[in-house]
């Protein structure tokens, strides 16, 4: 899977080597490349945002810079337009821009991405709730491109316009306010390269998580089996494994009625039978 971030701060996206994930790029599951807003400025001061029209407090980001980034990653730019300005700037280039690789500018008539094209997804307490369903939709498509918008967020008309050329999905992690889509990234990309074949070492681990069947994953203990006066339930050492899948199943209906009672409430009817009603 490719995946293309854009961002006036593309170090906020260094964890994204870390770990999982970082194992992930360099075994060649994921092709992750984050650039820089800024390299697609053109004035001294490499300005991306302005005040908004109509007024009010904060800034917006300009479209003109928004509009020759997204050309370059969602790869709609011909070979032949002029490369981001560099020699305008006075810090370093980042880790991989979109002009250095020349997988970014199409020939005519071709396509880099699945049938389909790319998703561009743009992070927003406005946009649709990002859940394990989304995350699983999105682990099915070959590139991702994602656009971190800052201050109050990004000229509707790029929105709209970007519109035109891919699928775009306005998307929030969470009902709260972040100071940039850059976090909400994060989030979002580690969601979705976990589910990708071969990211985690063992895929059974994935079946029996929160949110995978609408339901909260089980509590679980390991060695030993008594710590400070406190015993691991009995039944997990038991052997007798379908008491101990019965009890785990118990547990997630428990805990989800405790906890998120709107995830139960929005089961469909056949996710429950009438052992499962009992609990
Ligand atoms: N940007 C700011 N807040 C956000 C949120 N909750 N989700 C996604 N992007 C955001």
Redesign the pocket.
């Known amino acids: 899977m490719r995946l293309d971030v854009v961002s006036i701060f593309p170090d906020y996206l260094s964890p994204l080597r870390l770990s999982l994930i970082g194992r992930a790029q360099e075994k060649g599951l994921l092709d992750l490349r984050v650039h820089d807003l800024r390299d697609w400025t053109h004035d001294r001061h490499r300005t991306v945002d302005d005040t908004p029209y109509g007024g009010g407090a904060g800034m917006v980001m300009k479209p003109e810079p928004w509009g020759e980034a997204l050309e370059a990653v969602l790869g709609e730019r011909p070979c032949s337009a002029s490369e981001p300005d560099a020699a305008s700037s006075d810090v370093p280039e980042p880790e991989a821009s979109a002009g250095d690789a020349p997988e970014d500018c199409m020939p005519e008539g071709s396509s880099s991405a699945g049938a389909a094209g790319p998703v561009l997804i743009v992070?927003?307490?406005a946009?649709e709730v990002?859940t394990q369903a989304v995350a699983r939709e999105l682990a099915a498509e070959d590139h991702l491109v994602f656009a971190c918008?800052r201050y109050e967020g990004i000229d509707q008309r790029v929105i709209d316009w970007a519109g035109e050329r891919a699928r775009v999905r306005m998307?929030?992690?969470?009902?709260?306010?972040?100071?940039?889509?850059e976090?909400?990234v994060m989030v979002m990309v580690e969601a979705i390269a976990r589910l990708l074949p071969g990211v985690i070492g063992n895929p059974e681990s994935l079946d029996e998580e929160s949110h995978e069947d609408g339901l909260l994953e089980y509590p679980v203990y390991t060695k030993p089996a008594e710590w400070r006066g406190r015993e691991v339930p009995p039944v997990l050492l038991s052997g007798d494994h379908g008491r101990v899948a019965r009890w785990r199943r118990d547990e997630r209906l428990r805990r989800t009625a405790r906890v998120r009672p709107d995830l139960l409430a929005a089961l469909p009817e056949e996710a429950l039978d009438r052992r499962d009603r009992e609990v």
């Open positions: 992070p927003s307490p946009g990002f918008g998307m929030s992690i969470g009902d709260y306010v972040l100071n940039g889509g976090v909400a």
